[in-house]
């Protein structure tokens, strides 16, 4: 074991999952996407709502493995009001459902008693946050004239990194960038990652959002640093929840969780991003 740690090039990983699965789920998933999108952006809201709802459920089950016991019933709730609250009063309206669900979950979980109180209660603030209320900021995109074009942006972009870090960190990975978290990322697999969402952003938001060259390569230079760490902040929790995957509903992929865990931080900086660089009209 001790040979195998320091050795580079026993780091190197295969596919390590079954990738014509998980490509046809992305695609199927996609496709979903970017019919919602062009057809009727508040379906792709009412689809958004659907999918964090069970990426709630999914997190609030993982950490009851733990021992920890978030009350559900205000999270799903706060979900829905978040998200929908965001569609049609915008980011003021999603900050407050927020701390309207916080609290919410503070009082309900009264009734339980004080055993384990603080834990559930800190548990119940994170999974609002890290999962619906970053969630929001992907409807907040949607909101806009253009919004369909800046969700499809900021979707590829991920995409890019997703697929770009895949393919370097198979091809080239040898040196692990937090072997303790997520042994099979890399730092190859992060230039990889780097180079793919550069490019990527920098064709899609002059293509399709007609901005600056240099405001797509910034673009892709943060979501390609705030996916990567979604991506480790995930695998941070499941190592500590002691689970190798959130769920099992996307086959090739995992849980919804698992699918999510670079989007959502993503979703945050791209909002604030696109919405300094390129303001709605």
């Known amino acids: ?46 689809l958004l709502v659907v999918v964090i709802c069970g990426a709630v459920w999914e997190l609030v089950r993982a950490v009851g493995n733990a021992g920890a016991h978030p009350p559900l019933l205000p999270l799903l709730a706060g979900t829905v009001a978040m998200d929908l609250l965001a569609w049609f009063r915008g980011e003021g309206a999603l900050a ?30 994170f999974v609002a946050l890290y999962v619906p209320l970053l969630a929001g900021f992907g409807v907040l995109l949607a909101v806009p004239d253009d ?25 080239l990975g040898r040196h692990p960038m937090a072997p303790t978290v997520s042994p099979a990322k890399s730092w190859e697999g992060f230039a990889g990652s780097t180079v793919a969402c550069v490019v990527g952003g920098t064709a899609l938001v002059t293509l399709l959002l007609h901005g600056a060259w240099w405001q797509g390569a910034v673009f892709g230079l943060a979501i390609a640093v705030t996916a990567t760490l979604g991506d480790l902040g995930e695998s941070m929790i499941k190592r500590d929840l002691g689970i190798k995957d959130m769920g099992s509903l996307l086959p090739g992929h995992g849980g919804l969780m698992d699918r999510l ?19 709605a009209g």
């Open 261 to 279: 865990d670079s989007l959502l931080p993503a979703a945050a900086v791209s909002w604030l991003l696109l919405s300094a660089f390129l303001p």
């Open 147 to 171: 919004g369909a074009r800046r969700v499809v942006t900021f979707i590829a972009t991920v995409v890019c990194s997703d697929v770009g870090g895949y393919a370097a960190g198979v091809v």
């Open 1 to 46: 074991m001790a040979t195998e740690s320091m050795s580079p090039q026993r780091r190197r990983r295969g596919p390590g999952r079954n990738l014509p699965a998980a490509i046809g789920v992305g695609a199927a998933l996609g496709a979903l996407v970017l019919a919602t999108l062009f057809t009727f952006r508040f379906g792709f809201v009412v």
């Open 96 to 125: 407050v459902a927020f701390l309207l669900t916080a609290l919410a979950c503070v009082v309900w979980r009264l009734a339980d008693g004080p055993v384990g109180y603080l834990r559930d209660v800190s548990t119940a603030v």
